[in-house]
């Protein structure tokens, strides 16, 4: 195993430290250190982070290896920062069951770029009918924590209710994608003044703001834990503010699109800008930003989606939605959050590793534990930031096997240099190793 | 003139009206004679894309181009390579490979002739995307009104019914607003898109109070089956609500006309009496179709004088 010795990074953007990494963990930080074994890395002017931990990918093995494999998944999770990331179960076949999540699981150890977490679905086949094994997916080799159907609501009431209670047995969440899908159907972007006018079936917050005020109260009366996928609209933000203050158990993540662009997208009717939910407007970005500023919504996940070109380059209507997120996440935060000053480095890091990592009981896993802080005797899950290094995203020049990135053309902040995975790098000078 | 025509937005005060001269004189140019054929676009390449069927309205188009003495080449979805799977991007591209001068396209998805337009060099001319727009159905909406009542600046239009669904709404909207007139859309807030509210127009849901201070009442098409979908409660309610029926024509002004795109529910959106009546403008609308769409591909193909 090789030693490192980071020199001169800036924790969290604070003062300029040496780390030695060794044995898979942190073995010490201070200033001046020296170890004859170890490859110098020179992280002057650079910010180092612990490793980032994503909730919501769709890296669509098995089924779509056409649009992306556990393993491109995972190298595009590295470049962007990320040391582990939850699949979602919404494959082919679908992950609702301990076979499906373990395979998903060992793809990603084999890949060994991040800790791939698989998501477990909350019913059999995401049908909303009846629940699946979700037992079994946490008791085995994968050890699933978190349970969605995302790409569909569970939006039977009953069947929420009991997957919210079924999954305290094992300190279980529910990751809802909230959608009541008789307010939706035939959905194609945001409702309101654009959808008026570009003639696309509106999207209403309604229909993601009454999902969420059931399930808090649902999560309130049987005391579950619930988890709401990318959070959308200033009303949900409220709704969320509303139960966390009366002490519901209740998380909530946004993703890096809905903290940057708007429905004004949809304007060219180029399906990379559709996603589900849909872009909404600039209050609702602002609010969803101070949101996660507050804490009201605790994370940042990606909801990254490839999807193959023929599934994009079409109408729009017919186009599948989602879009890309790993490599671009960070930067996006630099610039919504950072720059703006809503959040400082810290803040930073405990939306995009601390918090997922407890949301997903990751945090707890002694020498596998994720999401812990930059301090020695810690697991050595960390990445290393230029704030100041500024670029045009080229969608070709992703890790991941699509090319459906909104951020086409767009310059972003920050640039990730390197990341270690339990003390191995798995990206160095903005390289995947692997 | 802008390259394509895919929404009203693109046809600024001038250039709409440039259009509407253009079909008059047309109009004027092929009166009286025999052989209703101009030279102007000879070996120009126009193609009909139908993704859906409508054999009126691409029968105007291709009566249009024919009379501009274009080759026309009609290709419907149905039956060919389309419905065996092809991208609109492919079938794009195989038609811009023929030496298609402009592409009319009718397509069932809002922007699918917006996405047609990135991938072609020649000229697109939407004839109808979805719930979006049909613009050369406002340019000969605008035409008839025009050559009824003499002028558009501060006409009183009243667009009546599903203008949710509707995209004969949204161009004539957009159109009539650059044009100068007054729209009022009349409809159960059911058939009003939620953001409406930012549109140049007024809204009303009371047909009797409005059909009085109209000078132009279009009526749209309602398809009955949205009553399934809660719409509205019934086919004979909505009638009742909305329809434009004998008395209802009785309160308009002397002079105030009566449009509808076609095709007409006879009894549901209007009564029959009314489509026949001396106010109907309904199959004048029909011939200005093809004069409005010889005017729209001779600008955009052959008369640019910007170009
Ligand atoms: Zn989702």
Same mark, same amino acid.
């Given at each position: 195993?090789?030693?490192?010795?980071?020199?001169?990074?800036?924790?969290?953007?604070?003062?300029?430290?040496?780390?030695?990494?060794?044995?898979?963990?942190?073995?010490?930080?201070?200033?001046?250190?020296?170890?004859?074994?170890?490859?110098?890395?020179?992280?002057?002017?650079?910010?180092?982070?612990?490793?980032?931990?994503?909730?919501?990918?769709?890296?669509?093995?098995?089924?779509?290896?056409?649009?992306?494999?556990?393993?491109?998944?995972?190298?595009?999770?590295?470049?962007?920062?990320?040391?582990?990331?939850? =699949?979602?179960?919404?494959?082919?076949?679908?992950?609702?069951?301990?076979?499906? %999540?373990?395979?998903?699981?060992?793809?990603?150890?084999?890949?060994?770029?991040?800790?791939?977490?698989?998501?477990?679905?909350?019913?059999?086949?995401?049908?909303?009918?009846?629940?699946?094994?979700?037992?079994?997916? =946490?008791?085995?080799?994968?050890?699933?924590?978190?349970?969605?159907?995302?790409?569909?609501?569970?939006?039977?009431?009953?069947?929420?209710?009991?997957?919210?209670?079924?999954?305290?047995?094992?300190?279980?969440?529910? @990751?809802?994608?909230?959608?009541?899908?008789?307010?939706?159907?035939?959905?194609?972007?945001?409702?309101?003044?654009?959808?008026?006018?570009?003639?696309?079936?509106?999207?209403?917050?309604?229909?993601?703001?009454?999902?969420?005020?059931?399930?808090?109260?649902?999560?309130?009366?049987?005391?579950?834990?619930?988890?709401?996928?990318?959070?959308?609209? @200033?009303?949900?933000?409220?709704?969320?503010?509303?139960?966390?203050?009366?002490?519901?158990?209740?998380?909530?993540?946004?993703?890096?699109?809905?903290?940057?662009?708007?429905?004004?997208?949809?304007?060219?009717?180029?399906?990379?800008?559709?996603?589900?939910?849909?872009?909404?407007?600039?209050?609702?970005?602002?609010?969803?930003?101070?949101?996660?500023?507050?804490?009201?919504?605790?994370?940042?996940?990606?909801?990254?989606?490839? &999807?193959?070109?023929?599934?994009?380059?079409?109408?729009?209507?017919?186009?599948?939605?989602?879009?890309?997120?790993?490599?671009?996440?960070?930067?996006?935060?630099?610039?919504?959050?950072?720059?703006?000053?809503?959040?400082?480095?810290?803040?930073?890091?405990? #939306?995009?590793?601390?918090?997922?990592?407890?949301?997903?009981?990751?945090?707890?896993?002694?020498?596998?534990?994720?999401?812990?802080?930059?301090?020695?005797?810690?697991?050595?899950?960390?990445?290393?930031?230029?704030?100041? &290094?500024?670029?045009? %995203?080229?969608?070709?020049?992703?890790?991941?096997?699509? #090319?459906?990135?909104?951020?086409?053309?767009?310059?972003?902040?920050?640039?990730?240099?390197?990341?270690?995975?339990?003390?191995?790098?798995?990206?160095?000078?903005?390289?995947?190793?692997? | +003139?802008?390259?394509?025509?895919?929404?009203?937005?693109?046809?600024?005060?001038?250039?709409?009206?440039?259009?509407?001269?253009?079909?008059?004189?047309? *109009? /004027?140019?092929?009166?009286?004679?025999?052989?209703?054929?101009?030279?102007?676009?000879?070996?120009?390449?126009?193609?009909?894309?139908?993704?859906?069927?409508?054999?009126?309205?691409?029968?105007?188009?291709?009566?249009?181009?024919?009379?501009?003495?274009? *080759?026309?080449?009609?290709?419907?979805?149905?039956?060919?390579?389309?419905?065996?799977?092809?991208?609109?991007?492919?079938?794009?591209? /195989?038609?811009?490979? +023929?030496?298609? *001068?402009?592409?009319?396209?009718?397509?069932?998805?809002?922007?699918?002739?917006?996405?047609?337009?990135?991938?072609?060099?020649?000229?697109?001319?939407?004839?109808?995307?979805?719930?979006?727009?049909?613009?050369?159905?406002?340019?000969?909406?605008?035409?008839?009104?025009?050559?009824?009542?003499?002028?558009?600046?501060?006409?009183?239009?009243?667009?009546?019914?599903?203008?949710?669904?509707?995209?004969?709404?949204?161009?004539?909207?957009?159109?009539?607003?650059?044009?100068?007139?007054?729209?009022?859309?009349?409809?159960?807030?059911?058939?009003?898109?939620?953001?409406?509210?930012?549109?140049?127009?007024?809204?009303?849901?009371?047909?009797?109070?409005?059909?009085?201070?109209?000078?132009?009442?279009?009526?749209?098409?309602?398809?009955?089956?949205?009553?399934?979908?809660?719409?509205?409660?019934?086919?004979?309610?909505?009638?009742?609500?909305?329809?434009?029926?004998?008395?209802? +024509?009785? !309160?308009?002004?002397?002079?105030?006309? !009566?449009?509808?795109?076609?095709? +007409?529910?006879?009894?549901?959106?209007?009564?029959?009496?009314?489509?026949?009546?001396?106010?109907?403008?309904?199959?004048?609308?029909?011939?200005?179709?093809?004069?409005?769409?010889?005017?729209?591909?001779?600008?955009?193909?052959?008369?640019?004088?910007?170009?």
């Amino acid at each position: 195993m090789t030693t490192y010795l980071i020199t001169g990074a800036r924790p969290y953007g604070e003062a300029a430290v040496d780390l030695l990494l060794a044995d898979g963990r942190i073995a010490e930080v201070g200033a001046g250190l020296s170890s004859a074994a170890a490859e110098v890395v020179d992280a002057g002017g650079l910010v180092a982070l612990p490793g980032l931990v994503d909730l919501h990918t769709h890296l669509r093995e098995p089924g779509r290896e056409d649009a992306e494999t556990v393993e491109t998944g995972s190298r595009a999770a590295a470049l962007g920062g990320f040391t582990a990331v939850h =699949a979602m179960a919404n494959t082919d076949p679908v992950a609702d069951t301990a076979g499906v %999540v373990e395979q998903v699981w060992r793809l990603g150890t084999q890949a060994g770029l991040v800790d791939v977490v698989p998501v477990g679905a909350v019913t059999v086949g995401l049908r909303g009918e009846r629940l699946a094994e979700l037992g079994a997916m =946490a008791d085995s080799a994968a050890r699933v924590r978190v349970f969605s159907d995302d790409g569909s609501c569970v939006s039977d009431p009953a069947l929420m209710r009991r997957a919210l209670e079924y999954v305290k047995a094992f300190d279980g969440v529910v @990751a809802q994608h909230a959608e009541e899908p008789r307010l939706t159907a035939g959905a194609q972007m945001h409702e309101g003044d654009r959808s008026a006018r570009l003639g696309l079936t509106g999207w209403p917050a309604a229909a993601e703001e009454a999902i969420i005020a059931r399930d808090v109260l649902l999560a309130g009366h049987v005391g579950g834990r619930l988890h709401v996928c990318h959070v959308s609209t @200033a009303g949900s933000v409220e709704l969320l503010r509303w139960a966390k203050g009366r002490g519901v158990q209740v998380t909530a993540e946004v993703t890096p699109h809905h903290l940057l662009l708007t429905d004004e997208c949809a304007e060219t009717y180029d399906p990379v800008f559709k996603v589900n939910p849909p872009l909404r407007t600039t209050a609702d970005v602002h609010a969803l930003r101070e949101g996660l500023a507050d804490g009201t919504i605790d994370a940042v996940a990606t909801d990254h989606a490839p &999807h193959a070109v023929e599934d994009k380059e079409s109408e729009w209507a017919q186009a599948r939605p989602g879009m890309l997120g790993l490599q671009q996440a960070l930067s996006v935060v630099v610039q919504t959050m950072l720059e703006p000053g809503l959040l400082d480095w810290r803040g930073v890091a405990d #939306r995009m590793s601390a918090r997922p990592a407890a949301i997903g009981r990751l945090a707890g896993l002694g020498a596998r534990s994720q999401g812990r802080p930059l301090a020695a005797g810690q697991p050595a899950n960390l990445v290393l930031v230029d704030p100041a &290094h500024r670029s045009v %995203v080229d969608p070709a020049a992703l890790a991941s096997r699509s #090319r459906n990135s909104p951020y086409a053309g767009r310059e972003l902040p920050g640039r990730v240099v390197a990341t270690f995975l339990r003390g191995e790098a798995t990206v160095l000078d903005g390289k995947a190793v692997k | +003139m802008k390259r394509h025509l895919l929404e009203a937005a693109d046809l600024d005060r001038g250039d709409a009206t440039l259009v509407l001269d253009t079909a008059a004189q047309i *109009d /004027t140019a092929l009166a009286g004679r025999e052989v209703k054929k101009l030279p102007t676009l000879r070996g120009r390449t126009v193609v009909n894309l139908f993704y859906e069927d409508s054999t009126r309205t691409r029968i105007s188009f291709e009566l249009a181009a024919k009379r501009l003495s274009a *080759d026309v080449i009609n290709f419907s979805a149905k039956g060919s390579s389309v419905s065996k799977g092809e991208s609109l991007k492919d079938t794009a591209l /195989t038609l811009e490979a +023929m030496g298609s *001068d402009a592409i009319v396209v009718r397509h069932s998805a809002s922007g699918a002739p917006h996405r047609l337009a990135r991938w072609v060099r020649g000229s697109v001319v939407n004839a109808g995307d979805g719930t979006h727009e049909h613009p050369t159905q406002a340019l000969l909406d605008a035409y008839t009104i025009r050559r009824r009542l003499g002028r558009l600046e501060g006409v009183r239009v009243a667009i009546v019914g599903d203008v949710l669904h509707s995209r004969v709404a949204r161009s004539n909207v957009g159109l009539l607003h650059t044009l100068g007139a007054e729209v009022t859309l009349v409809a159960p807030p059911t058939l009003l898109p939620v953001g409406v509210g930012s549109w140049p127009v007024s809204v009303s849901y009371d047909l009797d109070a409005v059909l009085p201070k109209s000078d132009v009442v279009m009526m749209l098409r309602v398809q009955a089956e949205r009553m399934n979908a809660s719409f509205f409660p019934s086919a004979r309610e909505y009638s009742r609500r909305y329809g434009l029926d004998a008395p209802r +024509m009785a !309160v308009l002004a002397d002079d105030a006309i !009566v449009m509808h795109p076609g095709p +007409m529910n006879r009894g549901m959106e209007i009564a029959a009496e009314v489509a026949d009546s001396v106010r109907s403008t309904i199959v004048e609308q029909v011939g200005n179709g093809v004069s409005v769409r010889m005017a729209v591909l001779y600008l955009l193909l052959g008369g640019n004088p910007t170009a």
